[in-house]
């Protein structure tokens, strides 16, 4: 079956920085538009950034772009997370998920979902 298994998150202070991972198994990763999502305590899940199967489109949040880095290696069915310049309100667990092709920004669009990294960024 699908699996998404996150990886990399951890507390930090602000400014700092951390890469998030996410290893895909069980689906032809490079058929398939990969996206960020977060959920903070007592938020709804929100968009963070998404990349379609090439990497050549991506979508960023308003609140994150110039900050965070979108990627992909279909060669280890991974996708990443660059995030720098962490505020505290960056902190939440962090979600990656998998749909078909094209990228989207709302949550219900992606078929596949891991069980997330939380993220946590000190002031």
Known sequence: QVQLVES?????????????????????????????????????????????????????????????TISRDNAKNTVYLQMNSLKPEDTAVYYCAARKRIIATISPSYNYWGQGTQVTVSS
């Open 8 to 68: 990399g998150g951890g507390l930090v202070q602000a400014g700092g920085s951390l890469r998030l991972s996410c290893a895909a198994s069980g689906l032809t990763f490079s058929s398939y538009a990969m996206g960020w999502f977060r959920q903070a305590p007592g938020k709804e899940r929100e968009f963070v950034a998404a990349l379609n199967w090439s990497g050549g489109s991506t979508n960023y949040i308003d609140s994150v772009k110039g900050r965070f």
